[in-house]
């Protein structure tokens, strides 16, 4: 029960935020325009990706921490020092890259009106100031999920996003809308969520190690966490790849509808992505063994979970867009929706196995695996796209987030008679996957048959699941149902 709590409270922790994020929107485009808020989006973007100057030490320590156990806290406490000890001066140093790289693209690729661009060097400060804040904030959030105080993180994840969103909105409505100002208030949230980050921390900061301890703690975060960037890199740049070869090649105004069904669909990995970080901790610190059924039993949740939800969207995602975006910007999205889906569904199972890998202390594997891909995957796009665009490159990105889900499985070593069952659980997204672009014009109500579609596939999972698992779900089912009441 702590995991599927630990889940719950991750899925809202990450909720939560998005609901801010979302709110806030129509608030910053009355406020400060469409350009300002383009600036402070691109600001956001860079700084979310500034943690992979951390080298990967906030996961490490998530790991580190999570194989500790519950009676180590002096051990605890001398990674994280360690931790912030090594990654502040790389954030320093990220900071400097981050603040020209920034500099250089609004001077020289970005478009904007003259009295933007120059308040642009004057927030140049706030990015170095930012990126070691940011890193901060990965490593605090690093311990607390490996010493699994989700409660704790969680109320950081929600504090902190909502301080980034809030603050430079409260500054530009009361002391105008200059980027300076902007970019000042959102290195001022940062910086009060960091220490709170540490005060959350701070029962289990106390140093007391000698040099060859520290320097020790420091190679295991390194030698595990540079693994880790180089996943965390190449990771990422695969899901966005698609966008910008699309603009490359096909045109920007598809590359921007191509991004409306592929974010609609990205945000059901909210689901795999709370469970697995709720996982992580508790694969870390038990058995080889145990951690494998572990994890393969979150396989199968998971696929129990989530096939219904995936059938509803696969069957209804046509009419959304319709009514949506409209019919003639719907139709050129034809068939996009649901391959991507059916992409999407692949990729949140993968989350299993790759947080099982990692969590093990195998992060070179998933390294390496992401390395393999990547340029097998771009040629397929530079095949794709200018033959087939949009459906071409939503039907490359559902070939590698299958072969990068089957690739990491076997890895995680989880039995083949699970993959098997997997497998046919898929069975009904596929075929209705195919059905919905085979059949279109036959299924154009198929509103209608969302009830029979969503029944069966129940009915589906209920024989392939076996019935341990089956009895295991329901078990979980009841006392959450019974802590509802």
């Not at 500790?68 to 360690?82: C, E, F, H």
């Not at 969207?313 to 910007?329: K, N, R, T």
């Not at 596939?457 to 019935?467: C, E, G, R, Y």
Request: aromatic fraction near 12%.
């Amino acid at each position: 029960m702590p995991v599927v709590r630990n889940t719950i409270l991750n899925f809202f922790g990450a909720l939560i935020p998005l609901t801010v994020t979302l709110s806030t929107i129509p608030l910053y485009l009355k406020a400060i325009g469409p350009e300002r808020y383009g600036v402070m989006a691109l600001w956001w973007l860079a700084l979310n990706y500034a943690v992979l100057f951390d080298c990967g030490f906030g996961r490490a320590l998530a790991q580190r921490i999570g194989r500790l156990g519950s009676d180590a806290s002096q051990q605890k406490a001398n990674l994280l020092i360690v931790a912030f000890t090594f990654a502040m001066p790389i954030g320093v140093f990220g900071g400097l890259i981050l603040s020209w790289v920034i500099r250089s693209y609004f001077a020289h690729v970005a478009i904007l009106s003259p009295a933007v661009a120059a308040e642009i060097p004057g927030a140049m400060p706030m990015v170095l100031l930012s990126v070691p804040l940011v890193l901060a904030l990965s490593l605090c959030r690093g311990f607390l999920q490996g010493n699994q105080s989700f409660w704790s993180l969680n109320i950081l994840t929600v504090a902190t996003s909502t301080m980034v969103q809030i603050i430079p909105l409260v500054t530009a409505l009361q002391f105008g809308d200059s980027v300076v100002g902007l970019t000042t208030a959102l290195t001022i949230a940062f910086a009060i969520a960091a220490l709170f980050g540490l005060l959350l921390c701070m029962p289990n900061c106390r140093l007391r190690g000698e040099r060859a301890q520290f320097l020790a703690s420091f190679f295991s975060l390194f030698n595990f966490g540079k693994w880790v960037t180089v996943s965390a890199t190449v990771g990422p740049l695969m899901v966005i790849a698609d966008r910008f070869a699309l603009a490359a090649f096909v045109s920007t105004a598809a590359a921007g509808l191509y991004a409306i069904p592929f974010q609609v669909a990205q945000r059901l990995t909210l689901f795999p992505a709370a469970l697995t970080n709720a996982l992580f901790p508790k694969i870390a610190g038990i058995a080889s063994a145990s951690a494998r059924e572990t994890s393969a039993r979150a396989e199968y949740l998971l696929a129990w979970a989530l096939s219904p939800v995936f059938v509803l969207l696969i069957v209804g995602v046509h009419p959304f867009l319709d009514l949506w975006l409209g019919q003639e910007s719907s139709n050129l999205l034809r068939y996009v929706g649901e391959v991507l889906l059916l992409a999407f569904w692949f990729n949140s199972l993968a989350y299993i196995s790759n947080n099982h890998i990692t969590a093990i202390g195998a992060p070179r594997t998933v390294a390496l695996v992401h390395l393999l891909e990547l340029p097998i995957y771009s040629i397929a796009l530079l095949f794709a796209l200018p033959r087939f665009g949009i459906l071409g490159a939503a039907v490359v990105f559902l070939a590698r987030t299958l072969v990068d889900y089957m690739i990491l499985r076997y890895f995680a070593d989880f039995n083949s008679q699970g993959l098997l069952r997997l497998l046919l659980i898929s069975v009904p997204l596929v075929v209705l996957t195919l059905a919905t672009t085979a059949f279109a014009d036959i299924l154009e109500k198929r509103l209608s048959i969302l009830p029979i579609t969503v029944m069966f596939t129940v009915f589906w999972n209920s024989i392939l699941v076996p019935s341990s698992e089956r009895q295991y779900f329901l078990r979980i089912l009841k006392r959450l149902s019974v802590r509802a009441k």
